[in-house]
């Protein structure tokens, strides 16, 4: 995904402000229950990245995490937004 400096990003209804780097993504998105689930569904999810990454011959330069709660459950809604670069 390729994101353009100061361009809004619409998603579920929602106008979400973009203040990230001009460049390339990889984006992982995921839910859980609670949020000591969120913490190892983003360790898979990472892990998951790193390996997809290097089967590309890519690296990860960083990462930005965004966390959204439902407000009528416990569910925990995340978003993985991860620059790459080639491996070196």
Not at 13 to 22: F, H, S, T
Not at 64 to 77: A, D, G, L, P
């Amino acid at each position: 995904m390729v994101i353009n400096e100061g361009v809004p990003l619409i998603s579920d209804g929602l106008v979400l402000e973009m203040n990230r780097k001009l460049r390339e993504y990889v984006v992982c998105r995921f839910e859980s229950e609670n949020h000591e689930q969120m913490i190892v569904g983003m360790g898979k999810a990472m892990k998951c990245t790193r390996f997809w990454l290097k089967k590309h011959g890519l690296i990860a330069d960083g990462f930005f995490s965004e966390m959204y709660y439902k407000s009528k459950s416990n569910i925990v809604y995340a978003v993985l937004w991860i620059p790459f670069k080639k491996r070196g």
